[in-house]
């Protein structure tokens, strides 16, 4: 068995788009720049976009975060996301979600430039991603497509079950996973809460991704030998020896799992620091046109 380190991985594609930045900047070519707009004071949010203006340091992007308070009104968050699309310094921003309840997260969504839209959550990019045209693909898909590849996982005629067909996770996965390309080329199952036999399904995977929420939900009576598993749970769970009071659990029974396994990623550690990384890679891109030629 062999776990696939997203840490690891993260901090050398990392080092990777420092080095090209470094270059940029040699060159005197404008520096990438993202910028983040965070409303209210929500914890998880605040350390999420903490992570996010770190990591643009880290690789030499120019960073911008924009606060508002809870109380803002759609309108003045519609203006601000307007003002962005129409600054030539930034490359890409991001609204981080979720948003107070006042405000339609859908519109706000919308109303962002697909050509900025390094989320990938935008309609348009979710569409261009589905027909296999260029297109900004959101974070974890992405950043699991990034793992598959740099571990050489073979993905080409193997049986993929995806559990949970969110629109962020699993339904672009299984897009992603099904079309031309490497990784790609796989026979993909979205399995979801409907799904019936599922422990049958999962015994004929070859890859496993479990991406339901549900921590521990994939045991080891439901995996093949020889099984790649790449757990994209994130629940936390309340843990007394801690200094947060919580710790990070899987959807996957790690120890009951990994020991059938070729490859599994583990919790923390694997999937999650992958994350952050897309946004900087989808932030990357942009600058330099990749995705949108004009
Ligand atoms: N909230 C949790 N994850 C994300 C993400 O990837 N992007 C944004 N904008 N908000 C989030």
Same mark, same amino acid.
């Given at each position: 068995m062999q776990l696939i380190d997203g840490k690891l991985t993260s901090k050398e594609v990392r080092k990777e788009i420092a080095a090209e930045v470094a270059e940029l900047k040699a060159r005197g070519a404008k520096v990438p720049h993202l910028a983040a707009i965070l409303v209210g004071h929500d914890g998880g949010s605040e350390s999420y976009v903490a992570g996010k203006m770190k990591a643009c340091e880290e690789v030499g992007f120019k960073s911008s975060l924009i606060r508002f308070e809870q109380e803002v009104t759609e309108a003045e968050l519609l203006s601000q996301v307007k003002a962005l699309n129409e600054?030539?310094?930034?490359d890409g921003f991001i609204v981080q979600?979720?948003?107070?309840?006042?405000?339609d997260e859908e519109k706000v969504n919308e109303a962002i430039d697909p050509r900025k839209d390094v989320d990938g959550f935008h309609p348009v990019n979710v569409g261009r991603m589905a027909i296999g045209m260029p297109a900004f693909v959101s974070a974890t898909p992405q950043g699991i497509m990034e793992l598959l590849k740099r571990y050489e996982i073979e993905t080409a005629g193997k049986h993929v079950v995806v559990i949970g067909r969110s629109n962020i996770v699993g339904r672009p996965m299984s897009i992603l996973l099904s079309q031309k390309g490497n990784p790609g080329n796989a026979t993909v199952t979205v399995a979801h809460s409907?799904?019936?036999n599922l422990k049958a399904l999962c015994l004929d995977a070859d890859i496993i991704i479990a991406a339901? &929420?549900?921590?521990?939900?994939?045991?080891?009576?439901m995996v093949k030998e020889g099984a790649v598993v790449i757990d994209v749970g994130t629940t936390r769970v309340p843990a007394t020896d801690t200094k947060s009071g919580w710790r990070l659990k899987g959807d996957v029974l790690f120890d009951e799992v990994a020991p059938k396994c070729s490859y599994i990623t583990p919790?923390?550690? &694997?999937v999650g620091p992958m994350t952050i990384t897309s946004l900087i890679i989808n932030t990357l891109k942009s600058a330099k046109k990749e995705i949108y030629t004009e």
């Open positions: 600054d030539p310094d930034v979600l979720p948003l107070p309840k006042h405000i409907r799904t019936a339901i &929420g549900v921590p521990g939900f994939v045991k080891g009576d919790v923390p550690g &694997g």
